[in-house]
Antibody
């Protein structure tokens, strides 16, 4: 059974850096999948942040591209999200998820981790 | 950027009724569309991938159809556990990948 688990600080100061990791079990990060980050501000809909393929190819949301980096650590079988210069607008539940190559559909999701940007 | 529009915003129905949810894309996306169900405090759950394929473990009362710009999620007979928010999501000509704003199915 594939499982994803987000981890990282729940509170980040304005202008600081949000750093989250997603640990993958039941699958190798090196398989044919796009490893994805999605967020959901309180009471709002889903927003795609970006994705990475195991070879290191990334795609980012144009609205976040200047502030976001997604990376893979094959030795730990995990991938990570880094978002710099955060503001209150970045307060959200952050999810990691898997999208199989060649398909449209995020088939496995983490439970989500709530990140609040506040001083 | 491809924009997804979902209608209606809210659908009020009773258990046993049929639910028909719409998702319209601003450009042709062939069959690059998925549907998700989200309940409060939970992660989204994949229901339909590639427009019309049920994901693993999804009951047969859920079905997806459509092509290019117009897509439909149908729940043939609502069960109590089906009252939730439903999102569509495309993966065509990306980035960016976008989600629709959601349709809330609530109890009438």
């Amino acid at each position: 059974q594939v499982q994803l688990q987000e981890s990282g600080p729940g509170l980040v100061k304005p202008s600081g850096t949000l750093s989250l990791s997603c640990s993958v079990s039941g699958d190798s990060i090196s398989t044919s999948n796009w490893w994805t980050w999605v967020r959901q501000p309180p009471g709002k809909g889903l927003e795609w942040i970006g994705e990475i393929y195991h070879g290191g190819h990334t795609n980012y949301s144009p609205s976040l591209k200047s502030r976001v980096i997604i990376s893979v650590d094959k030795s730990k079988n995990q991938f990570s999200l880094k978002l710099i210069s955060v503001t209150a607008a970045d307060t959200a539940v952050y999810y990691c998820a898997r999208n199989p190559w060649g398909k449209t559909g995020l088939d496995y999701w983490g439970q989500g981790t709530r990140v609040t940007v506040s001083s | 950027e491809i924009v997804l529009t979902q209608s209606p915003a809210t659908l009020s129905l009773s258990p046993g009724e049929r639910a028909t949810l719409s998702c319209r894309a601003s450009q042709r996306i062939i069959n690059s569309l998925a549907w998700y169900q989200q309940k409060p405090g939970q992660a989204p759950r994949l229901l339909i991938y590639d427009a019309s394929n049920r994901a693993t473990g999804i009951p047969a009362r859920f079905s997806g159809s459509g092509f290019d710009t117009d897509f439909t999620l149908t729940i043939s007979s609502l069960e109590p556990e089906d009252f939730a928010v439903y999102y569509c999501h495309h993966r065509s000509n990306w980035p960016p990948i976008t989600f629709g704003p959601g349709t809330k199915v609530d109890i009438k």
